[in-house]
């Protein structure tokens, strides 16, 4: 899918550019991870806790308040340990026992409120891909085809002789990567499978759900926007495939449904992101409406069970 003349994959490559060079936000511009190593050397094996997509209530040094039925407040456990009895002897001390009538200060103590759930935030993704792993292996059959306006991956073979069943699953995990040349090979890549599939693409759907999903599982708006054009691209490229998609609702749209108001209000402002098809709200609705047009009958029902906002673009 090309939008005025430049792919999804090189969209990606200008808006870290132009974060860079024109916002001068270069902090999140280009993404690094520690573990990749030189581009002769293979990215460090990841520790096997750190799972794409994974969260944790809370950090392990960080204490959550516990909700006390009595108050109906969330109130952080009290760390001040009680007096021992068998500590305290009778008639010790400089001044002896003493006692007082007088009401001491109550100092008011803070109850925190409840602990957010952090639906929103953005949750780890190691650079731990299957295409990262065949790719510094040498297993895949790309190349990077350098050009004056934009670059091109060199197919080593034809792609229609590929083995989808095997390359494109390898393909589709690689769409959370964030880090270049990774992505722009994950990500052209599948458009060119998509593009000359036809009916190989089919019978691979199953096999695409899981890296569909921890894509999305990981919440980051740069990633969901590319597995959301990924998704638009594959349902317009054979025939039944929008339907065979619809058994698999359950694992696709929470996060639809959770990012689906994800639109800036800026009054009178301009959202450039529109032009560039880079807003979220704006993106989950067209996939939305395209899965319910080529998903057959069973497509809105199934859709507005898990998005209870969608409303239909085939029945109104």
């Known amino acids: 899918m090309v939008q005025g003349g430049i792919s999804a994959a090189m969209s990606n490559i200008q808006a870290d550019w132009a974060a860079m060079k024109i916002t001068r936000t270069s902090d999140v511009a280009y993404t690094k991870h520690p573990e990749t190593n030189s581009c002769f050397d293979v990215t460090t094996a990841v520790a096997p806790g750190r799972r794409a997509g994974g969260h944790s209530m809370a ?8 909700y006390n039925k009595a108050t109906t407040q969330y109130q952080f456990k009290s760390t001040v340990k009680p007096l021992d009895a068998a500590s305290l002897k009778p008639h010790t001390g400089n001044g002896g026992m003493t006692s007082s009538l007088a009401c ?46 934009h670059n091109r991956i060199g197919w080593k073979v034809d792609i ?33 499978m998509l ?54 609702y359950r694992q696709i749209l929470p996060i639809f449904n959770i990012f689906k108001n994800c639109n ?29 047009t080529h998903g057959g009958e069973d497509a809105f029902i199934n859709i507005k069970y898990m998005i209870p906002t969608y409303e239909s673009c085939v029945l109104n």
């Not at 494109?168 to 964030?178: A, Y």
């Not at 695409?208 to 597995?227: C, E, F, M, S, W």
């Not at 992101?273 to 609705?285: F, N, S």
């Open 104 to 149: 001491g200060v109550k100092h008011s103590v803070a109850t925190p409120d409840a602990p957010v759930c952090g639906a929103f935030k953005q949750r780890p993704n190691p650079p731990n891909t299957e295409f990262r792993r065949f790719y510094e292996r040498g297993d895949l059959p790309i190349q990077i085809e350098h050009r004056g306006v």
């Open 59 to 66: 950090a392990p040094d960080m204490a959550l308040p516990e």
């Open 264 to 292: 800036k209000n800026l009054g009178d402002g301009i959202d450039y992101a529109q032009q560039k098809r880079m807003t979220l709200g704006d993106l989950i609705v067209e996939t939305l409406e395209m899965f319910e």
């Open 195 to 248: 593009e000359h599939g036809g009916s190989k693409i089919l019978p691979v759907i199953p096999q695409l759900i899981i890296p569909i999903k921890t894509a999305l599982n990981t919440r980051d708006y740069q990633v969901i926007g590319t597995v959301l054009k990924i998704l638009q691209q594959m349902v317009v490229s054979g025939e039944m495939i929008g339907e065979a998609l619809v058994p698999y």
């Open 160 to 192: 229609e002789k590929l083995d989808y069943h095997h390359y494109l699953p390898i393909f589709f995990d690689g769409l959370r990567e964030k880090e270049e040349p990774y992505r722009f090979l994950a990500v052209q890549g599948v458009f060119d």
